[in-house]
């Protein structure tokens, strides 16, 4: 009986001690609740973790390893060759960005800057000229040239180019932008729109800080680039024989350019030396330049030769339109002046369409047809907003007058 007492005791002893030791422990182990605890310097702070977070009956835990040795890895890692250089090697082309840009569409234009910059501008560095019929801010040259990774310059643009020429009626000019705002046509009435038009029609390129250069790509805020570009697009342009290229292709809306096909024919009879022989005429009328099917490549973006927009050639063209007065008198954009002039002075193989630079410009979106070629190039863009094949869209015209193979699956994308 006494050592059955004895030996009682001494279970009772061992539990009091037990309870004791996983007391200590429970409470020594109890994350601290303080907020420097929560969100402080992870190096001061001890790494424990409750006892209960691990079931019962597992193997020793083994002793804890360096804080650094906790730094999660990634779930999958890529082969350095897979990841675009930070530089691309090799010379660069005498080009550079441009856009037409007011102090006020900064964040705008930020934002086109930065899609330019991550998709294609950090690996060739590129320069960009802006232009602004007023004087650049400090705020718009400072946020400007810290995101472009070349050069940034900044041009203002000459009263003589942004403003009526001598030869128009301004009461006449005054009378038409009343009519358009009645019928609610889109910058009817509004007179920026026109010297904007005119413009980039005739002037951007024979801007001073324009003519140090050969090739450009034309910029606007608030664009949206959905694809990586993995090559020199004005590498390509040049060692291609390329003049003039596009992404998104349309009608124009028929009540701003009532008479800019009769201007147009005017200047084919009095310039015969400047049609180029395979030209694209068939992309701009279906009864071979009677009358003109309204199609143009839009313009805002374009990535093109200076030079030849510097030619005789398409200044004997910019003039005579102008001198017809269409810009004020109607409402003629630069996407129909610069698609005619590419569709009758340029042979049909210098103009190209870039299908693998995804682009969007309010509303339309151009992303390419393939799913290779958008997982290829890490696109974002939905293909079911894709304008190509769309019963709107011209480019469906353009493939069929040069004999292109459109691309598999573009049926799916029709109207």
């Not at 570009?229 to 291609?240: L, P, Q, R, T, V």
């Not at 350019?257 to 180029?276: C, G, R, Y």
Request: with cysteine.
């Amino acid at each position: 009986m006494a050592s059955g007492s004895s030996r009682y005791l001494r279970y009772l002893l061992f539990a009091f001690f037990g309870l004791v030791i996983l007391y200590y422990i429970s409470s020594s182990s109890t994350i601290p609740s303080s907020p420097a605890a929560q969100y402080g310097d992870p190096m001061s702070q001890p790494l424990s973790v409750p006892p209960a977070a691990f079931p019962p009956h597992r193997e020793p835990l083994e002793p804890p390893k360096p804080l650094a040795a906790l730094t999660p890895e990634p779930t999958s890692q890529k082969p350095t060759s897979s990841l675009a250089p930070a530089k691309a090697e090799g010379p660069r082309m005498n080009a550079t960005f441009v856009t037409l840009a007011r102090n006020g569409d900064i964040w705008e234009i930020a934002r086109s800057i930065r899609q330019v910059e991550d998709r294609f501008n950090r690996k060739y560095n590129y320069d960009w000229v802006f232009l602004n019929d007023k004087p650049f801010d400090e705020t718009f040259k400072k946020v400007t040239s810290a995101l472009v990774s070349g050069k940034t310059k900044y041009g203002e643009i000459s009263e003589e180019h942004w403003s009526f020429p001598d030869f128009i009626d301004q009461e006449k000019a005054k009378k038409v932008r009343e009519q358009m705002a009645e019928k609610k046509i889109i910058y009817g009435d509004s007179v920026s729109y026109r010297h904007m038009c005119r413009f980039e029609s005739g002037f951007f390129f024979r801007q001073p800080l324009m003519l140090d250069y050969e090739w450009y790509w034309r910029v606007e805020p608030s664009i949206e680039l959905y694809c990586d570009i993995n090559y020199d697009a004005f590498k390509f342009m040049a060692d291609n024989n390329k003049k003039y290229s596009f992404v998104l292709s349309l009608y124009e809306y028929v009540e701003t350019i009532p008479t800019l096909w009769d201007s147009v024919k005017k200047f084919m009879k009095n310039h015969p030396e400047h049609i180029a022989k395979d030209n694209s005429m068939s992309f701009l009328s279906d009864d071979g330049g009677e009358s003109y099917n309204h199609c143009h490549f839009w313009s805002n973006f374009e990535i093109g030769n200076l030079n030849w927009l510097r030619s005789d050639a398409y200044i004997d063209f910019f003039n005579s339109l102008d001198r017809d007065g269409g810009f004020f008198y109607e409402r003629w954009g630069d996407a129909p002046v610069h698609s005619i002039a590419a569709g009758i002075l340029l042979q049909k193989d210098e103009i190209h369409f870039f299908n693998d630079i995804a682009y969007y410009h309010v509303p339309f979106t151009h992303c390419p047809t393939e799913e290779k070629t958008r997982l290829d190039l890490k696109c974002h863009c939905n293909p079911k907003e894709n304008f190509d094949w769309k019963g709107y869209s011209c480019t469906s015209r353009y493939f069929d007058i040069n004999g292109k193979e459109k691309p598999q699956g573009y049926e799916k994308q029709q109207d």
